[in-house]
């Protein structure tokens, strides 16, 4: 009895769909890959079972085979075939699914992912009309004509969307993440594509929607293609009070000392006007996306006042502009009473900040005039220096040697310093320090420095304050363990100073 019971074909089918329902949604519920194997198994000995009892599923059942059927026997085959159907569709959009794991955009590629899942759902559809139901799928279709039509014109905007989107799918010249810059100047990165609209987040934090169909009759610049790295223009006006080329020379400096842009490609400066108020050239860089083109342009700004005031240039109003001698300020005073050039460098080092004009004028009278050339090394890593050291013209790398590897950890240019470290603090230099151009520095040593500190030791606390400051704001350039000097902590800079130089506490 029981064989026999087991031997039906419904109860063969029965127990196959409980089993491979309970294996696929419970025992492989949390494995994609073995859900997608034991879903192929399954539709396999689907149809090895139906077509063993002489059933074909993907064939409509013959006029002769039904009448000689049962209804119960009909009623099975018809149902069996729809499971059969509807599997079969489910295997193949796991493939489609699998394909977008493999590809890596699960995102980008949802509007192709749901337009084959639709056509794999029509067409099993459809199958299962035509192949359970009878029914002339060619007679169905053309029924269904003037109903496609009327529904097209009502969804006339919506379905131009959806096609747009389709096409720029396809076509991909943006991708998710990607930044875009359109005709009417809206801009931002593409955070979502659908169906009927790409979303972009601006720059001020905003959502932009813009609908596909009018996405795809706009001209596209794709910021972040073929690569994430940008371009950059500035224009700059100098006063010709000097030989072009010797101007150029001053903003190729101001290129090299930028630690913000690209070394490679290699930025580069070309003279675009020249007339008897300036000298107009533009200077090109590259950042490594668009993100940093502020923060490059801001230093870039920086670099050029700081490059000519050293150089002595002066910059240019913009172009027919009426210019008005500035009035004497109180710092252009102060500087006429000090000319030296040592005073200058000194007054603009922040570390000397609290030193009184005397104290200033001490440290500027001792202070010498080094000159390096072209790829010198000025300090060595891992050496002391026993004098702080200012840039007065030209730009300095630093850089670290660790193991097999050369990092460069900064570029100085005019006003910046080093040496810092070995002067108050006896510690080593964190990297070689080398010319990358004709460098000109202005040294302050130890034995300078001693007379002030002992004539006034509360310096000490304010040296190792600003100290404090300046590594905490430079810890991005070091490891963990560079952040001691000399194995101290941050928190003894003073004491540190007081031991060097021997101050007794207050």
């Known amino acids: 009895m029981y064989i026999a019971l087991l031997a039906d074909p419904i109860v ?28 192929i198994a399954f539709f396999i000995s689907l ?40 599997n079969g569709a489910w295997v193949l959009i796991a493939f489609v699914r699998l394909f977008l794991i493999f590809e890596r955009k699960p995102r980008e590629a949802r509007l192709l992912q749901d337009l084959v899942v639709g056509i794999i759902y029509l067409g099993a559809a459809l ?47 943006y991708s998710v993440g990607d930044w875009v810059v359109l005709d009417n100047d809206v801009q931002g990165r593409v955070v979502e594509t659908n169906w009927r609209a790409t979303h972009l987040l601006s720059g001020t934090n905003d959502l932009v929607v813009i609908p596909n169909s009018a996405l795809a009759k706009t001209r596209i610049t794709n910021l972040s293609s073929p690569d994430e790295s940008h371009g950059v223009t500035i224009t700059v006006r100098v006063q010709p009070t000097t030989q072009p080329n010797v101007i150029v020379q001053v903003m190729r400096n101001v290129l090299i000392s930028c630690n913000t842009i690209q070394k490679t490609p290699e930025p580069s400066v070309m003279i675009d006007a020249i007339d008897g108020q300036a000298v107009e050239l533009q200077l090109y860089f590259r950042v490594r996306d668009i993100s940093q083109t502020m923060a490059a342009k801001n230093e870039i700004y920086d670099l050029i006042y700081r490059h000519t005031k050293a150089g002595g240039l002066k910059l240019a109003g913009p172009p027919d502009a009426i210019m008005v001698p500035p009035e004497p300020q109180a710092e252009s005073v102060t500087a006429a009473q000090h000319p030296g050039t040592a005073w200058r460098l000194l007054n603009n080092v922040p570390l000397f900040s609290s030193l009184t004009e005397d104290e200033k004028e001490h440290l500027a009278s001792h202070m010498q005039r080094r000159t390096y050339p072209k790829d010198a090394i000025i300090v060595e890593q891992d050496s002391r220096l026993r004098a702080l050291t200012i840039v007065r013209s030209g730009v300095v790398s630093v850089t670290r040697r660790e193991a097999q590897r050369q990092i460069e950890l900064t570029r100085l240019a005019p006003g910046d310093y080093f040496g810092e470290g070995g002067l108050l603090m006896g510690a080593v230099e964190v990297g070689t320090v080398q010319a990358l151009t004709f460098v000109v520095t202005y040294e302050i040593g130890e034995a300078c420095l001693a007379p002030l500190l002992h004539d006034r030791p509360s310096m000490a606390d304010e040296l190792g304050t600003i100290m404090s400051k300046r590594i905490e704001a430079e810890r991005h350039l070091f490891r963990a363990s560079d952040i001691m000097v000399n194995g101290a902590p941050i928190g003894s800079l003073t004491s540190r100073i007081r031991h060097l130089f021997q101050l007794q506490h207050d």
């Not at 077509?51 to 059942?61: F, M, N, Q, R």
């Not at 919506?158 to 747009?164: I, K, Q, Y």
């Open 12 to 39: 063969q089918f029965c127990i196959l769909v409980v089993v491979g329902t309970f294996i696929s949604r419970f025992v492989l519920r949390h494995r994609r890959a073995g859900r997608l194997i034991g879903q």
């Open 127 to 173: 199958s299962v009309v035509a192949d359970v139901f009878s029914v002339p799928i060619g007679t169905l279709i053309a029924t269904s004509g003037v109903f496609a039509i009327i529904l097209g014109l009502a969804l006339q905007n919506t379905l131009s969307d959806v096609f747009s989107g389709i096409a720029l799918n396809l076509g991909r010249p």
């Open 47 to 86: 149809t090895a079972l139906l077509l063993y009892h002489g059933i074909v599923p993907y064939e409509p059942s013959s006029a002769q085979s039904q009448a000689q059927d049962t209804v119960q026997l009909r009623i099975f085959i018809g149902f069996a075939k729809i499971v059969w159907w509807i």
